[in-house]
Structure formats: C-alpha cells, structure tokens
C-alpha cells in the first residue's frame, strides 16, 4: 500500500511552460486535493475532488486546472508558469466526510519557475 | 480574520518542558478538528484528532472547547524529536480542510 504518491519531486519550469503535477493514491479514497505551500506560509487549497468525475475549486484555484477521470488519479495542469508559481505543491486524500477521516498527504512536488 | 489561528512561535523550549500550543477557529459551524506535524520540507502528517471530550496520546493531550471556540495542544516531557511545525486543522462542512500557519517548536538540547 503505497498511500499517495506525487510525481515529479522537483521540477523547473521557464516562464510560459506548461506541465502536469501527478497523484495517484491506492487506498480507494473519494477525496483528492491540492495545496501549495509558500515557504514558511501555511497551505493553501488549490481544487478538491469529492469523487471521480466532481471537482471544485479551492481558495487559489486560478493559473491551475484539474480532471479526476478515475478514483486513483488527480492530476494538476499549470497552462502558463509564472513566478508567483514557485511553490511546494502537495496532493492529499482522504476516506470520506467523516468526522474520523483523516486526510493523507503525498511527498510534494517542488516547483520553481524561472 | 483567519479561519483558524494559531500563536505565531517560534517555541524554543528545553527537553524535557511542557509547551502548549493555541488555536482558533472562526467557522462555528466546524465539525472536526485535528493537529498535523510538519517536518522541514516535508509533507504534513496527522499527530492526532482532536474530540470534544478531550484525548491523549501519550506525552501528548488536545483540548476543545466548541463553546470558545479553541482547540490546544500540550505536548509534555518534550523530545529532541518534537521539533517541527504543529498545523492546527479545522475540517468545515466535511468537504475540506482548513490549515492553521502552523507554530513551529524547537526543542534543544
């Protein structure tokens, strides 16, 4: 059981670029999100997922884009990298609404724009 | 005002001390409440849910009190190990999270 898994951990991207964050986690969770987290600053929601097929948007949703065509996977599209971008960006999941579910975090991608 | 806040730290406290940290949260309608650790530049880990009865865990105990508002956390007999940054998590509406800017602890030798 491998938990969340994020794909790449590091990355640097020129101004313009564009590219796609992956998560993939194992444990049948419904939900999925991603947050970034500027250093020493707290995380921030960028778009959540209730199910395969449901998306919403977050606190910082704009600049991102995201799909979730199955249970396992919800990948992060940045169309246009820009600095304000440069960040660690984290993908969790969790069982349920539950009062008892927990949310579960990936590794992080660190991402730098230049 | 924030969602949730936290005392801003740093905590810089001898092993072996208790600290306590604060939380608020501004959302009454919350219903579920939680402390993650963060580990420099690494992902956040659940520590432990927070009940309205109180809980512990070993050397550690959470508080809420839902009338005030308030969530704690008291960490006794501190570790080198307990260094870290301590989130303050509110869970509103069941469908996500809300994060406190955390508090960081360093305990020193």
């Known amino acids: 059981n491998a938990g969340v898994t994020q794909t790449p951990k590091f990355r640097i991207l020129k101004i313009g670029q564009s590219m796609t964050l992956q998560c993939t986690q194992d444990?049948?969770?419904?939900?999925m999100y991603w947050y970034r987290q500027d250093p020493g600053m707290g995380l921030k929601l960028i778009y959540y997922?209730?199910?395969?097929?449901?998306?919403d948007k977050g606190e910082v949703p704009n600049g991102y884009n995201v799909s979730r065509s199955t249970t396992e996977d919800f990948p992060l599209r940045l169309e246009l990298a820009a600095p304000s971008q440069t960040s660690v960006y984290f993908c969790?999941?969790?069982?349920?609404?539950?009062?008892?579910?927990?949310?579960?975090f990936g590794p992080g991608t660190r991402l730098t724009v230049l | 005002r924030k969602e949730v806040e936290q005392d801003p730290g740093p905590f810089n406290v001898p092993e072996g001390a208790t600290v306590a940290f604060n939380c608020t949260y501004s959302n009454s309608a919350s219903q579920s409440f939680f402390w993650y650790r963060q580990d420099c530049r690494k992902e956040p880990k659940l520590l432990m849910s927070v009940y309205s009865s109180g809980n512990e865990d070993g050397r550690f105990t959470a508080q809420l009190n839902r009338a005030s508002q308030y969530i704690s956390l008291l960490i006794r007999d501190s570790k080198l190990s307990d260094s870290a940054t301590y989130l303050c998590?509110?869970?509103?509406?069941?469908?996500?999270?809300?994060f406190g800017p955390g508090t960081r602890l360093s305990v020193l030798p």
């Open positions: 969790a999941s969790r069982l349920g609404a539950s009062s008892t579910d927990t949310q579960y």
């Open positions: 997922s209730v199910g395969a097929g449901i998306t």
């Open positions: 444990m049948n969770h419904n939900y």
């Open positions: 998590v509110v869970d509103n509406y069941g469908q996500n999270f809300v």
